[in-house]
């Protein structure tokens, strides 16, 4: 696990867990694109961001790295406006704002329970949704508290939800895993 971001140890610890060669994963909020060509080392990944700099900033590092993905300018919201070859088995959100972006353009709480609740009918029956939430500012704050009510409304014997916090750093990253009952 990474010491100094855990969260995203803990989120590729889950993703090697689940995915195979031949699976397809949605990076909905490719951001800087870290996570997208991790991921494309793994399987098929499609990523989406609503920034170009975003797109550019994941294209030129998946061309460094000699990594394949299919890149959208696209909002996590229209995830299901995608021709997709199969379902996908993972779907990644990687929340809050575009690392040394613009701060004011940063996910909304309206848009990802959009996108999540369209996710969770689009992933494969053994499938999972990632979610990596900033709660360091106001905005993350509301989205964090918002998914958590909401995937605890999820059906038991449907869906098998983790929520990971670190309780001594109430501002850092939190994840959340919601991953078909199937997979138990």
Known sequence: MEIFSPHLGLAK???????KKGDLVIDATCGNGHDTLYLAGICSVIGLDIQDRAIRNTEILLKKHQKKGALYRLSHTDIDTLLLPHAPRLIVYNLGYLPQGDKSITTRTETTLESVTKGLKLVAPTGALSITCYPGHEEGQREEKALEEWAATL?????????????NRPRSPSFIWIGSALQM
Do not use: A, D, M, T
């Open 13 to 19: 610890n889950y993703w090697k867990g689940l995915l």
């Open 155 to 167: 059906p038991s014997h449907q869906w098998s939800v983790c929520y990971h916090k670190w309780i």
